[in-house]
C-alpha cells in the first residue's frame, strides 16, 4: 500500500464535468492498494495518517494532526502508484491490487477514517478524474505500508 498525502487548503475531484468530492483544510491521499495488502496494512495506514501531525501550531511548526485541526481528507485511488520506476520507460501497473479487491480494501480505510469521526469525500474508483489540489506549504510526504 503507498500512499502521498499533501496538506490541503481546499481541494477537489471532478467527474464528468461534476464535482463528487470536496473539501476545505485537511489532507488528500492519493491511495494505492498493491498485491498483498490486506486489512491489517489499511488499519496500520489509517492509524498513521491519524497520527501524523503535519499541520502548524500558533509557533508555526508542524505539530497538530488532522484532527486537532478538525481537517477532512479528500481520499482519491490512484493505481499509478505502483510502478517503481525502475526499469524502463513505459509504466507497468504489475504490483497494482485487482480492482474489485483494491476498491473493498479503499473503502475499509475510508470507513476507518469515518470511525475515527473524520469527514472523508472520495472520488469514484475507476473513473478519469479532474483532482484539484490548492496544496498548503507545499507539504508533501509519502509512505508505503
Do not use: H, Y
Amino acid at each position: 500500500m503507498k500512499i502521498v498525502i499533501q496538506r490541503s487548503k481546499k481541494s477537489n475531484v471532478i467527474v464528468d464535468n461534476k464535482v463528487v468530492g470536496e473539501i476545505e483544510r485537511g489532507m488528500v491521499l492519493l491511495v494505492c492498494m498493491e498485491k498483498g495488502d490486506d486489512l491489517s496494512s489499511v488499519e496500520k495506514a489509517a492509524k498513521k495518517i491519524l497520527g501524523l501531525r503535519i499541520f502548524s501550531d500558533e509557533q508555526g511548526k508542524m505539530n497538530l494532526s488532522l484532527k486537532q485541526v478538525e481537517g477532512d481528507v479528500l481520499a482519491i485511488s490512484q493505481f499509478t502508484l505502483s510502478w517503481d520506476g525502475v526499469k524502463g520507460n513505459r509504466p507497468s501497473f504489475d504490483r497494482s491490487m485487482p480492482p474489485n479487491e483494491a476498491n473493498e480494501l479503499f473503502e475499509s480505510f475510508c470507513d476507518l477514517l469515518i470511525k475515527q469521526e473524520v469527514k472523508v469525500e472520495k472520488g469514484v474508483f475507476g473513473a478519469s478524474m479532474e483532482v484539484n489540489i490548492q496544496n498548503d506549504g507545499p507539504v508533501t510526504f509519502s509512505l508505503d505500508f
